[in-house]
Each structure stands twice: as C-alpha cells, then as structure tokens.
C-alpha cells in the first residue's frame, strides 16, 4: 500500500493535520472521516483513487494528530470551518468531496453553505442530522444532557490497552465486518502510545458529547436545498442510519441519487470496499 505525505496546516487556531496522496496536477479530492475515526481509515478506497486525484485526507480537529480544541465543543460548523481553511490554503479551487457518517454530514453543510468549493459530492452515511431533528428534543432537555456528559467526561481518563492486540479486538467489536487486517491498520493509525507502554486512541473524549445548540429542520433544509453539486449517497443496508433520512435528503438535491449496499453496515467503504467503488468512482469521473 502507498505511503501518503504527513502535512499540517492551522486554522481557528488549532493545528490541524492531514494526509496528501495522488497526482499533485490532478483535480483535489477531499476526504472527511467520520467520529472518532482518523484520516488513514480512506487507505483502501485511495488506492484506487490516487491516479486520478490529488487527494487531501484531514484528520478533523479532536481526531488522529489534529490538535484538540479548547474546552468541550466540537460542532460541524466548527469542522465546516477547518474545511474551507483547507481547501483554501491547498486546494487552489474547487474540489471534489467524500465524507462519512460525521464528515459526511459536515461536507452536506460545506457543499451547501460553500457551493462554489464543491464540485461532486458523495455522502457515506451522512444525513443522520435529519432523523435527529424529527426526535423533537428541546433545547433545555439538549443542554442539561450536554452539560451533565461533559461532566462525566472531565472525570473520565483515556482508556489504556496493555497491548495493540487488545485495542484490535475492540475495534472489530465496533465493526464485525472489519477484517484482522483492516482492524489492525485502523488501530494502528488510531492509537499513540503512553509513557507506561500501554495504549489509548488519539481521539479527544469530548468529542462524545453533542452541543446543545443546533440548526433547525428549516435551516437544515435550507442548507440542503443550496447544494447545486452532483451528489451521491451512499447508505448501508444493515446500518442503524434509518431509511427516511437518506429519502429526505434526496428529495432536497437538485442534483441527487442514492445508491444502497444492501449487506453493508454503517461503513460501507469497509465492509464491501468493491461494490463502494463501483458506485463512487464513476460517479467520481463522470463528466472530467
């Protein structure tokens, strides 16, 4: 497997990272990883994508080695932000975009807040926002649940694995479809190493705990509605996504299609990595 360049850039004032691959002449392509993930979980869908592309993977800020946020909030206008920087500072125009399941929706809201960056959009498992919306939870319910998380997370410590055998396992217990070779590279660039030898994964805690405000169902359809881009879902049949968001989605893009695998669970790109690039790469190509 190729080897990316480790690169770093600054925005909001954090230091972010990111991984480069592919054809530096080649139009950007922008890979956004979902939570709790890191950038290198793209390695096997850019092998077949780095002849085509300059590819841009970002570690989100709390994730892999981007720096950690002050405080306890990481929204997706936050990470919506990070990626405009991005694409700014490296892109030199626009790009075509992939995102997954939290990347996915933040890059729904770059497309739509951002249209003239985007050129072809495919979202993973991505328009989870919409079916949260339609629970109804109010803001002083969302509030006290935030704060009392953050609470129990200041007095969480970083979980330690005496061993990376150990945090492999937990990673296939996350995704039993992932194969021991997937699960160990996934843990591998997930984990750093502590001063006693054992190991925890490089995510920030806090990004477990939602922030309380958030846009409505009309501003969400607003924002959806504004993406001019061809895009294309991708959802996971056996995924715990419901049916009804990746519907709703659709039914607001001009320019929208969706495409089902039906075995997949919530990261398709994982769990069936040949039919994923047959959806995506000619939808990818097209028109070039």
């Keep these: 497997m190729s080897q990316p360049v480790s690169r770093f850039y600054f925005a909001n004032r954090l230091r972010l990272h990111y991984v480069e691959w592919g054809q530096p002449d080649r ?30 993977a ?11 946020a002050t405080g306890s909030g990481y929204t997706l206008t936050d990470v919506v932000g990070d990626l405009v920087q991005l694409l700014r ?11 997954h399941s939290f ?6 809201m ?26 109804g939870i109010g803001v002083h319910e969302r509030f006290r649940e935030w704060e009392k998380t953050v609470h129990e997370l200041s007095a969480r410590a970083p979980r330690k694995y005496p061993s990376l055998d150990e945090a492999t396992a937990r990673m296939q217990a996350e995704n039993r479809r992932l194969t021991l070779e997937q699960a160990h590279h996934l ?22 705990a939602p922030y309380p405000p958030q ?7 607003s924002i959806w509605s504004s993406i001019t881009c061809p895009t294309l879902l991708i959802g996971g049949g056996q995924s715990w996504l419901p049916a009804d968001a990746n519907e709703a989605a659709l039914g607001l893009l001009p320019q929208g299609k969706l495409a089902m695998i039906p075995e997949a669970g919530h990261w398709p790109h ?11 790469r000619p939808f990818l190509l097209e028109g070039r």
């Design 27 to 56: 139009p950007t392509l922008l890979l956004v990883h979902g939570g709790r993930d890191h950038c290198r979980s793209w390695d096997w869908v850019v092998q077949h994508l780095a002849n085509d592309f300059h590819i841009l």
């Design 187 to 208: 843990t591998l660039h997930g984990m750093h190493q502590n001063e006693d030898g054992s190991y925890s994964w490089k995510f920030d805690n806090y990004v477990r």
């Design 89 to 99: 500072q490296r892109a030199g125009g626009r790009a075509y975009v992939m995102g």
């Design 103 to 108: 990347g996915g929706a933040g890059t729904m």
């Design 58 to 68: 970002p570690d989100l800020r709390g994730h892999g080695d981007s720096g950690w």
């Design 110 to 135: 770059l497309a739509g807040l951002y249209p003239e960056l985007v050129e072809r959009l495919v979202v993973v498992e991505g328009t989870w926002q919409w079916s949260q919306l339609q629970r």
């Design 270 to 280: 994982h769990d069936f990595l040949a039919e994923f690039i047959d959806h995506t």
């Design 215 to 221: 846009i409505g169902v009309e501003e969400l359809t």
